[in-house]
């Protein structure tokens, strides 16, 4: 290659290029932890619980606002309502230079249960449903969902639900009409062929003993109050999910890839988490931000646009007199979200030169949002050349992204609602094949390298 040639032009060159024989051991360590942690955490809760227990296991203790002092040696954690999760490294230098942040989300796309979901008809006991996020309908019928959940009794008693993930125990599915009787389903447009009215899961098929109507559905609930204390009332305040039965796989012969549900965005939030874990001693405060509900737009209280990760910043700035906003306008925080991967079996939606490939590293986004950057943050140029510079002092390979062509549709993520904090943002993450799928498939060398890039991130300014 010429030295104009080299200096001018970008080189194209994947991950697989830059690895030495030893790192792929590494990855291969990195992607048997990811994939139990997928195993362990099928919901937002689930993945709570399991970060919880990680981070008791390297020395982090639970903050309590009213007692504790964020100070340089020290690590926390704080959780809300089990369903979202803060981890933060107090710094050596002053809160008001700012906090090295990452922020991802732990929920994903799932089938939630209704209100009152159990019903009898037709010989089965069924459970109606509502959707959560952006699924395609088709891909949940016909395929093992395990129940996963919480139950709040009357009482306040919780009750953790898990049915359909370990040897041995049952799973519900969603029916789909066969092939030989679906013409009427055929002659529809896939959006219109599948309801979510009609994803209803089945339950049961076998009565109960007792003499009376809905046989069926009681014996359901006798399981359900065997198992659990609860009754049909305790419906009411219950948070229960469908989500797909299957393990965490290796894909592909060469075993270089990883299937399974969930990876958006647990791609990122355990690369992020497995990054702070090592955190030591950081020049600057490092927090890693585990948010609920960006699915469905980020809301509620558990979500990036609640105050819950406002309030745990605020008292530790509050400890130095700094305020809020001084501290978030010197910080810089990586968005770490999964993006789309070029997929050759879909290639018109994408614009090659533009799209992110797996194999290739972590892919940025400058911008997300749909068609004319509508819901984007949208980073500067100057916060892209101090991204630039992070990953390649760290040797991290990386690459450029978009979602896919301009007006084929898109995707935001918790970037925009951590821009409107005042914060310098910039979204990178693992890029998936079958993204919002019951089987999304990434390759493992890129959740390494973002787990390498967001360990960057936490450890700048260090000497």
Request: net charge negative; aromatic share 8%; charged share 25%.
């Given at each position: 290659?010429?030295?104009?040639r ?11 290029e ?13 992607s ?5 942690f997928?195993?362990?955490g099928k ?5 709570v ?12 203790s ?20 089990g ?9 050596c ?8 942040m ?14 009152y ?17 952006g ?16 139950v709040?009794?009357?009482?306040g008693?919780?009750?953790?639900v ?11 599915f ?13 002659d ?8 979510g ?9 076998r ?19 065997e ?7 305790d ?8 989500c ?11 075993r ?8 958006d ?9 497995k ?25 509620g ?18 400890e130095?007199?700094?305020?809020l ?5 010197n910080?810089f ?12 079996n ?12 797996a ?6 986004f400058k ?5 004319g950057?509508s819901?984007?943050s949208d980073?500067?140029g100057?916060t ?9 002092d ?9 979602m896919?062509k301009?007006?084929?549709g ?8 951590i821009?409107?904090?005042g ?8 890029p ?8 999304e ?8 390298f973002t ?8 450890m700048?300014?260090?000497s």
């Open positions: 290659m010429s030295d104009k080299g200096l001018l032009l970008r080189e194209k060159k994947s991950a697989y830059v690895l030495s024989e030893h790192e792929w051991e590494n990855i291969l360590d990195y048997k932890g990811y994939m139990a997928l195993d362990a919901t937002e809760r689930e993945c619980c399991e970060i919880e227990k990680l981070a008791q296991s390297h020395g982090f639970c903050w309590d606002r009213t007692r504790d002092k964020a100070v340089p040696g020290g690590a926390f954690y704080t959780q809300k309502h369903k979202a999760i803060m981890l933060a490294v107090p710094g230098r002053p809160i008001s230079q700012g906090v090295r990452v922020a991802s989300h732990i929920d994903s796309p799932r089938i939630d249960l209704k209100p979901p159990l019903y009898e008809k037709d010989g089965f006991a069924i459970f109606k449903t509502h959707y959560y996020g699924i395609k309908k088709y891909q949940w019928m016909a395929t093992p969902l395990s129940l996963h959940g919480a709040y009794l009357k009482n008693d919780l009750k953790e898990s049915i359909g993930g370990n040897p041995g125990d049952p799973v519900l969603i029916s789909d009409v066969l092939p030989h009787l679906a013409k009427n389903q055929s529809k447009t896939v959006g219109k062929a599948f309801s009215e009609n994803l209803n899961a089945t339950a049961g098929a009565p109960d003993q007792d003499q009376g109507d809905d046989r069926i559905k009681l014996r359901v609930l006798d399981i359900l109050h198992r659990y204390g609860m009754t049909e009332n419906f009411q305040s219950a948070e229960l999910c469908l797909p039965a299957n393990k965490a796989r290796d894909v592909g012969l060469d270089s890839m990883i299937g399974a549900y969930g990876q965005d647990r791609a990122c939030a355990y690369a992020a988490l990054a702070i874990l090592e955190v030591k001693n950081p020049e600057y405060t490092t927090a890693c931000i585990m948010a609920d509900k960006e699915e469905i737009g980020s809301e209280i558990t979500g990036m646009q609640s105050g819950f990760f406002d309030a745990v910043l605020r008292d530790m700035c509050s130095q007199g700094v305020s906003y001084e501290c978030y306008e910080s925080c990586l968005s770490g979200d999964v993006c789309n991967a070029f997929d050759p879909f290639a018109d939606v994408s614009d090659p030169q533009n799209n992110a490939r194999g290739f590293g972590p892919g940025v911008a997300t949002g749909h068609r950057k819901g984007a980073a500067s100057q892209m050349s101090r991204l630039r510079q992070l990953l390649d760290a040797g991290v390979p990386w690459q450029m992204g978009e896919g301009v007006d084929q898109g995707g935001g993520t918790v970037a925009k609602y821009a409107n904090r914060i310098e943002v910039v979204d990178i993450g693992v998936v094949i079958s993204m919002h799928s019951t089987f498939v990434t390759a493992k060398i890129d959740c390494y787990y390498k890039a967001f360990l960057a991130q936490f700048s300014g260090n």
